[in-house]
């Protein structure tokens, strides 16, 4: 098939729900990468202005699923735990359900920590640079974060559509589907993306005001 049959395919086929190993195998395509490299630019144009719009939103939508995420986790284990040595038995989806859970509290716990600037930030040898150098740094981080994003968007879309139609099932459940919680990752990674727009743009009007680029930052801190 060609690259625009197989974008076509995608789009059509998954806005009508309709997924077969046709569909399936578009995913895995060239296609692919024309299809959701601009959703995830056009997501995060999106995502920003959201953002912008909405300083709540901004400051707590990663760390309330974050913090929700994982107070489930917990309250899971704790009471397998309590089933297991107390009572003798213990629910099949308690040691199955607190990973994939994990999964979505870590990722979108990195989206906020982007905003932060905490992952990779090399703070205290860049403070030395000079500001046209420190910039430049920022540019080639965001650079890279975006496209870490589109590739993951790109790919977590294809195990998602791949899950669903092999109907994967979470191990000791009768009806949970895997994919209910893997669609929620390329979500993130738009999401993600708009952090990093949102950086981008912070960092051009702070080089272009001769302000400060580079700042010290605390995992978990208020943005």
Known sequence: MSILADMST???STLAGDINFKVVQA???PGAWFVFGPI???GAILVTYIYKASPWLDRNFERIIAVT???IIAVIIFAGVIQRFVFSSQVPWSTTIPPLIFMIMSWYGCSYNVKLRTHLSFSEFRSNMSPKAQYMCLVMDNVLWFIFCIICVTTMARITVNTYDNFAIVLGTD?????WFIVTMPVCFVLMAGRVLSNAIIDLGRYRNNETLIEQAVIGGQG
């Open 10 to 12: 995608i789009v059509t």
């Open 27 to 29: 995913y895995r395509s």
């Open 40 to 42: 995830t630019i056009i």
């Open 69 to 71: 995420a994982y107070i």
């Open 175 to 179: 009806g949970v589907m895997r994919w």
